[in-house]
């Protein structure tokens, strides 16, 4: 395991300092304007893929970057969006798969989850993903699709169903690629200038 209380030294030597201003400012204030869902794999960085600060983005991490449709009752995920979306009031939701997904490749690849029963039950969230994508294997494709359905999902929630209706908040779907730092957006509109991969312009 790496040296988190060393990690935490170094913050307050090096990082803090340069930073004063900021947190004094987030002490008081808490103005995310983008939601940021993505999966919970070490792998993927929120803050590092999108060169943010803190204090913009309102993170949501969950395994294969599932939101659950909304059903009523308590549930966590439920809980952030509400809160994000109604009393921050964020103007954009980035949902945010990943190359390589360890989820998306146990539904893809059909692995045995017998010994992972709350995992298998929690990736049955995915099962019209995983119907949708027509190549059995093709990991690439249901990390796709499950990005998509999400979105999907996302607008089940009332408080994101009214902003919608509002036009106050905007869906977006993205997948990042491990090995080259690609980020493409799925939901860029066709022959747009944004259109498929994110630039690095
Ligand atoms: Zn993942």
Redesign the pocket.
Known sequence: MPDLTEGVARFQRDVFPAKAELFAHLAAHHTPETLFIS???AR?VPELITGTEPGDLFVIRT???LVPAYTPGADGVAASIEYAVAALGVKDIVVC??ST????TALAEGHDLSGAPAVADWLRLADASVARTTVDGDVAALVRENVLAQLANLATHPSVARALAEKTVALHGWVYDIPTGDVDDLTAPAGGPAAGTLAAA
Do not use: E, K, L, T
Request: a negative charge; charged letters at 10%; one cysteine or more.
């Open positions: 999966c919970s794999d993927v395994a294969g970057n798969g990943h997904c360890g989820a998306m």
